[in-house]
C-alpha cells in the first residue's frame, strides 16, 4: 500500500502562478512513470504532463510552455509548477505514480481555481 499526498491547490488569479506538491510514502526506487492529471466538472480526467524514470517528458498542448513537471527522488516529491494560469485550467488535480513493479497510486486530488 502507498500514499500520494498533494498539497498547493487554492485559488488565484488569471496570469498568476502555483506550484502543486505530491509526496509519495514509498522511495521512488523503481518508479517508472510520475504524472499529472486534472479533472474539470463534467469532464473525464485528462492528462496534464508525465515525466518517466529517464526523464522523458510530455505534456498536453494546452499547457506547453506554462506548466512544468519536475521530481526531488530525495524525499519522493513529484512537482507541478503552474505559472500563467488560465480559468480553463480549474480543476481538481491528481498525481499518479507507476512502480516497475507493478504498482499504482493516485492522489486524493486538490482542487486549483482560476478567476478571471
Known amino acids: 500500500q502507498v500514499q500520494l499526498v498533494e498539497s498547493g491547490g487554492g485559488l488565484v488569479q488569471a496570469g498568476g502562478s502555483l506550484r502543486l506538491s505530491c509526496t509519495a510514502s514509498?522511495?521512488?526506487?523503481?518508479?517508472?512513470?510520475l504524472g499529472w492529471y486534472r479533472q474539470a466538472p463534467g469532464k473525464q480526467r485528462e492528462l496534464v504532463a508525465r515525466?518517466?524514470?529517464?526523464?522523458?517528458?510530455n505534456y498536453a498542448d494546452s499547457v506547453k510552455g506554462r506548466f512544468t513537471i519536475s521530481r526531488n527522488n530525495a524525499n519522493n516529491t513529484v512537482y507541478l509548477q503552474m505559472n500563467s494560469l488560465k480559468s480553463e485550467d480549474t480543476a481538481v488535480y491528481y498525481c499518479?505514480?507507476?512502480?516497475?513493479?507493478?504498482?499504482?497510486?493516485w492522489g486524493q486530488g486538490t482542487l486549483v481555481t482560476v478567476s478571471s
Open positions: 514509498r522511495s521512488f526506487v523503481g518508479i517508472n512513470a
Open positions: 515525466i518517466t524514470s529517464s526523464g522523458w517528458l
Open positions: 499518479y505514480a507507476h512502480w516497475d513493479y507493478g504498482l499504482d497510486a
